[in-house]
């Protein structure tokens, strides 16, 4: 077996990132109605190691990991990006959490369910600490609430608002998920038009500005980015904005 | 190390079936207009060994499938199924592919594009030959052809529909999709209604009805099951028929 | 609109299965441990409807499954089935769920994690109850312990575990992973040979035979079925029996 | 139903880019080998617009794509980017296709297969043209050739390599696939160690190391990302570096 790792260490091709990845985590997250609820995360963890360093002991970040016991909110994450810091003695550090995050449906569809979003967190810690939240939010046109018809069905998917953003104060998701479906559910009114017509006047790129306006009047958000999908016949349609 | 091969083999725990999985292949599928079209298929093969074989030669089933250089069609399913048989010493044969299948989009959508639906054929030899096959048409309300919007979109996903089926008589999965197609597309106005009212109106039992009846009056097919599934907030709703 | 509600029922063409799907649903299940784990499920919802029913109240099966809060245990999930049956005046009823378990990772890897197994309940009620349990282990080649070396990998993943039951008495979910476990890490012993004989030696075929073996000696399993799949270059093997 | 098209088109909200997302589309390949390989591609286009533009023909990116009939190289690929700006009046253009390239599998491990590995191309124009190119290549412990055992089996699966390059002259993609198989194959001799030895000399650090090497030392490409991935119980561990 020849021996890889003598082989001699080129300052250029120097490693940049090295962690773990894809962990399945049960998680608990703050919650504005409940204080907290229970999902699974699937967790990175990585860090940027100095130039001396060849390697390092990856059995730490899950350990780090373990000691918070899957509380998860602004605090745990700080504290966890500054122990990987140090305990890996790195220049930086990076914890990146994917979940499903549910709300109760309460929009008049005629079934109460959960309704489903998925979350990303990505914090990063190097001289100043990042957090950057990722939420998706599916769109469907509403239908109005309707007691005894059992034979009820949905419209269908309309598409998804994929929604990046860091803030100057802290947001609750279901605020944000809410100022969304604001745009989404209220603001265009499906229903009374032909569907065809709803079909012509509704584009990624109306939704998209529709959506971007939003969250550039709320002060608490810094930064953010809106995609906007449309799922159509062999292909879907897409706009993007930046803001703000 | 515990030489587990040597374990007393008991009658009531015998290997039922033993083969090979999830091979990504190449293939020509025979199409209508143009004779044949690539895919790629992922492709699954096994067969029932009597009780006296403890293992198999699994690189037979590669080999086998090699021969044909992806070219799949009736009669090429009969002889790999055959030469599976009699190679591997088998009671049966099984072999299963799923793979894209390609038509143009000339529905007068606005767009021209291609649609994709996923296909699956599952062919096996025991006594007799069977062959039994699975298409997934997705679902949309249609909407009319719109030259010069440039702000068009669709009205989103409703649902897919899912059929499997044996036939007496060949059908080209064209045709097959064309007559849900029909049904979805066509027999169902959506546009000229309030799409509140077309969203009460549709339901995965009427729709799931509505190509129950048509494929019963093909007289090419013998079985048949169809499945419709609607996309909804929350969740989604289904039906399931059996015919005839 | 054309009216297809009011098509002609054909007997022959009666739908057989109708209810919800994809409903991801946070649920809490019996760990012997900690008594409740708490995980996220996909959930299906379904009845088989008599003849002259043409449509159901989808919106019941949200609500019944509401009821339960998420709390999945054999008594809660015979008390849905009962409502499911009851309140859709259904001939028989079924829900399955399928979600991640996780374990604490104590096979002394070097390094201490949580491990994930994808689990699946289908319950249905007819006349009589039955329950049936699917659990997904991963199978890899166990290295012993390492203290202090920092540059540790896994030798990578050898394949899957995919185990079915009904069972006489109750099992934990952890005592099935247990038992698995101890044939895919315990007794076969990976680490004292050279890696290429540990290849030629292991066999989809002969670890379906233990597994099979060990699950047929124990007397609160009833039925079963093993499926073991191994991942090769280009392709996977896999071999399957059925029990006792 | 409220004109959401008409709402002030404030500067610092523009959108950024507007395209096709997830088409599904059988492409040709050129292959060193064989001249043209069928394979099918998951295609986006999109555009950079000016500010002065509300909206654009969504139909124009699928008519572009189907004049090159999947007949996808260098030379398609830089003609369908200058059709994209010039038709959609754009600052810049940008199309992206993933696919799975296929090779025949001759090294030795006892069955003749095909291999598949995910590629994705990255074209965009703004001033000058751009092209990435990303290639996953799976890593396996070889085992050698084993003519007459029936019961082989694989050790299953280390890892994968996941590479992004530019080149400043071509490449082709068997060859790049070529080098790091060399690497994962030839230069690490798994097989004459106890398999515990050799999991512990081997790590994600020590492999994205050689590979990285390996890539440094090829005056074609201009530019890389290596990661390595390897599958662990519970979490993947990986390692990235850039070059040159």
């Given amino acids: 077996m020849k021996d890889i790792q003598s082989l001699p260490d080129h300052r250029r091709i120097n490693i940049k990132k090295v962690g773990v990845k894809d962990i399945s985590y049960p998680i608990k997250v703050l919650d504005k109605a409940r204080h907290h609820q229970s999902s699974v995360a699937t967790v990175n963890m990585y860090v940027n190691l100095p130039h001396h360093f060849k390697g390092t002991h990856m059995s ?58 998925t979350c990303r967190m990505h914090g990063s810690l190097a001289q100043t600490d990042e957090l950057t939240m990722n939420i998706k939010v599916p769109i469907y046109p509403p239908l109005t609430s309707q007691a005894d018809n059992s034979l009820t069905s949905s419209l269908g ?25 604001e745009v989404t559910l209220h603001d265009l009114d499906w229903s009374d038009a032909p569907c065809e017509e709803v079909g012509r006047a509704l584009s990624v790129e109306s939704i998209t500005h529709a959506i971007g306006e939003k969250l550039a009047k709320n002060h608490d958000i ?23």
Same sequence: chains 1, 2, 3, 4.
């Fill in 157 to 181: 998917r309309w598409g998804i608002a994929d929604i990046s953003f860091s803030f100057k104060h802290f947001i609750w998701i279901e605020d944000l998920i809410k100022m969304i479906e």
């Fill in 60 to 117: 730490r970040f899950v350990e780090i990991l373990n000691r918070f016991h899957g509380s998860i909110n602004l605090k745990s994450f700080h504290t966890i990006l500054e122990e990987m810091k140090e305990r890996l003695q790195a220049e930086d550090a990076h914890i990146e959490m994917e979940f499903p995050y549910f709300l109760k449906n309460d929009t008049g569809q005629g079934m109460v369910g959960i309704n489903e979003y």
């Fill in 222 to 244: 810094s930064r953010f980015t809106v995609t906007v999908k449309n799922l159509a016949v062999g292909f879907n349609t897409f706009a993007t904005l930046e803001g703000p």
